[in-house]
C-alpha cells in the first residue's frame, strides 16, 4: 500500500523552529517528486514547497521562502521540511503530498496525501 | 502567479441531485487542472486529473470538463459520502502550485 505519514508537529512559540517528517512506503520514493502543502485551520489548501526526485530542484511558495527549508532523503524513504523564524500565520495541518505521474500525460497533480500534522505558533 | 477562482463557495444539495461546480483560471492551463475531495479531518483525495480523467477508484458518477481557462466538476448523483469540500488545483505553470479557495458541498 502506499502511504505516506506525517510527523514532527506541535506547539512553538512565534521565532522558534520545528523539523517535519513525511516517511514513505509502498512506492519507489526515489523516483518521486514531494510537496508539502498546508492548511490553516477552517481554511483552504496553500502549496508550501516542492522537491524534485533526486533533490536538486527545489521551489517555495513566497510567504516561506527563506525561511522553511525541503530536503529528502532518498536511503531512508524520508522527506523533510525545517521550518525556522515561525510566525502565528505559520500555523496549519501540513500534509506531505506525493507528484502522481501517468504513461501518458506525466505529472498529473498531488496523490497520495498523508494525514497531516498540525503546528500551532503561539506564546 | 495564476489565480483560480471556484465557485460557488458553498452550497446546499440532496442526495441524488446534479450537482456542478466551476473553477476558472486567470490565464490559460490547458488541461493541466485536478480536482480533489476533502471530508472533515482528512487529508484531500485526487478525483480528477488532465481536467476530465477519473484517477483510479473514482466513482464514475463524478466528472470533469473545460480546458483553457473554464472547468466544471460535476457530480450526476450525489450520494451522503459525496458531501465535503472540493478543491481545483493548476500544475500548468509552477511554482507554485495554485489551489481554487474550495467549494463546501453541504446538505440540504
Known amino acids: 500500500e502506499v502511504q505516506l505519514v506525517e510527523s514532527g508537529g506541535g506547539l512553538v512559540q512565534p521565532g522558534g523552529s520545528l523539523r517535519l517528517s513525511c516517511a514513505a512506503s509502498?512506492?519507489?520514493?526515489?523516483?518521486?517528486?514531494m510537496n508539502w502543502v498546508r492548511q490553516a485551520p477552517g481554511k483552504g489548501l496553500e502549496w508550501v514547497s516542492y522537491?524534485?526526485?533526486?533533490?536538486?530542484?527545489?521551489y517555495y511558495a513566497d510567504s516561506v521562502k527563506g525561511r522553511f527549508t525541503i530536503s529528502r532523503d532518498n536511503a531512508k524513504n524520508s522527506l523533510y521540511l525545517q521550518m525556522n523564524s515561525l510566525r502565528a500565520e505559520d500555523t496549519a495541518v501540513y500534509y506531505c503530498a506525493r507528484v502522481e505521474i501517468t504513461m501518458v500525460r506525466g505529472p498529473v497533480g498531488f496523490d497520495p496525501w498523508g494525514q497531516g500534522t498540525l503546528v500551532t505558533v503561539s506564546s | 502567479a495564476i489565480r483560480m477562482t471556484q465557485s460557488p463557495s458553498s452550497f446546499s444539495a440532496s442526495t441524488g441531485d446534479r450537482v456542478t461546480i466551476t473553477c476558472r483560471a486567470s490565464q490559460g492551463i490547458s488541461s493541466y487542472l485536478a480536482w480533489y475531495q476533502q471530508k472533515p479531518g482528512k487529508a484531500p483525495k485526487l478525483l480528477i486529473y488532465a481536467a476530465s480523467t477519473l484517477q483510479s477508484g473514482v466513482p464514475s458518477r463524478f466528472s470533469g470538463s473545460g480546458s483553457g481557462t473554464d472547468f466544471t466538476l460535476t457530480i450526476s448523483c450525489l450520494q451522503s459520502e459525496d458531501f465535503a469540500t472540493y478543491y481545483c488545483q493548476q500544475y500548468y505553470s509552477y511554482p507554485p502550485y495554485t489551489f481554487g479557495q474550495g467549494t463546501k458541498l453541504e446538505i440540504k
Open positions: 509502498g512506492f519507489t520514493f526515489s523516483s518521486y517528486e
Open positions: 522537491i524534485s526526485s533526486s533533490g536538486s530542484t527545489i
